[in-house]
């Protein structure tokens, strides 16, 4: 009766980007962080509004032009576009902002798995502030008994997804172990708390698997370090990321328990999904203030280190070599490190152009090989980080009216 | 009891438990549709400020009737006689199943 349900839809972002792996290859050998660009001096920080600028003549105008050809064309049966914003910030100001009709710079968008990203910038917060620790048991009551051989994992391997519970996304029959916990009715309620109700199958530490349901946990652990409530989780957030910051449009989904749903449940405008990614671009610091620990970035975009993982790092997903059997999902350049979520959710940095790129909406028209290209393209037509000078400033961006 | 008898009631035990079996296999993928798309769409309206039938279209599934508790600020989707959800919205916190 319900096999015609296009359930995929749901599973696309976590399923299809995060196929489990079968088999374990010798990773390649690591290559060095690329460096993170630092604020320009004559470039405001982007708290009270984004600076905007037009594009420098450095900057392919050609390629430019064949991205936003039919940028707006994929649109559902009922004539909804796929893509609804692409935002680019360069050097600081942003240089192209264009939407689709019904949409603006205050529309709110649906993360998806983007909100694994956020669950990162919160525990960072949090270790930041001596509250959790990196490297000690994660803080799960279920598994608090030390003859539980789940009271071995810790924060770390949760934010690396190394965890060995047998969680994964697409596991478990149905329409895979995330979907059930996220909007059934026998595991919605305590989600995190379903999440860690698991057994282990692979020691800790030893094997990477993409799951939904671990960043649900990290998700409980950072509502409960800070409440335990809805309230205690807006304040935390208010007081640590989104008041220095100036992300005014994030907000986040909670379970009945009062849970916040890390793994997927968050919304915020594409102004500020830039501003996260910013945040992570300028290695945790804004405007002199130190938001996220010092390393953390560095931690964020380094791979997760299993066997079987060559391209996710921290809660984001990293450019770089896949390991045999894992999806490599979108072509980032080199050295880049992304937010991405389901429906061709992306928020991508790349250190080498000084860029962050933001592209949001739905994806009923499934052209992953488009998605995937995406980054890559607009990246391409930016010249490397500090040849050019900055764009001029309070110039007009594409997409803004002159 | 005649053959024609017997086969009735053979076909209707057969269907019986076909509608059982179906039951069993199809419930638990039709709470996730259900609480999937009152969930989404609930958002949808309340977080992301769009209008409903807007919203109904994006995260539109087969067999599943969606409508807007407007009073309560909620949603809620059903596969008569199989499923329901209902989300709600809760202030700067997005909305819940419950």
Redesign the interface.
Known sequence: MLDALPFHKLLIGTVLISVALLSATPLPAQTPLASLPEQRPDTPWPTHGWPVAALHDAVDRTLIANVLRGLFDARSPAGLPDTRALLVVYQGSIVMEVYADGFGPDSRFFSWSMAKSVTNALTGILVRNNRLQLDAPAPVSSWRDPLDPRSAITLRQLLHMTTGLDNADGSGGGLGFESHMMFSPDLRDDMAASAAAVELIHEPGTHWAYSTATSTILGGIVSRTVGGNRAGLINFAREELFGPTGIDTMEFEFDKSGSFVGGAFVWASARDWARLGYLYLRNGVWDGRRILPEGWVDFTRTPAPASNNGIYGAQFWLAGVAAAGQNPGIRSPQGAFNMTGANGQLVVMVPAKDLVIVRLGEAHVEDWDYFNALPARIAAAFPAHGLPEAGESGGTPIGHTP | MTLLRKISIGLAVVSSAAVVI?MVI?K??????V??VA??VC??VH????PFE?CR??Y?????EVAELTDLHGVQAT?FPIAE?SAYY?P???????
């Open positions: 179906g199809l638990p993928m039709a709470d996730v549709g609480g999937y969930k989404q958002s949808c977080v992301g400020k769009r807007q279209q994006d539109l599934q087969e067999r599943i596969i959800a809760y700067n916190a997005g909305c819940t199943l419950e």
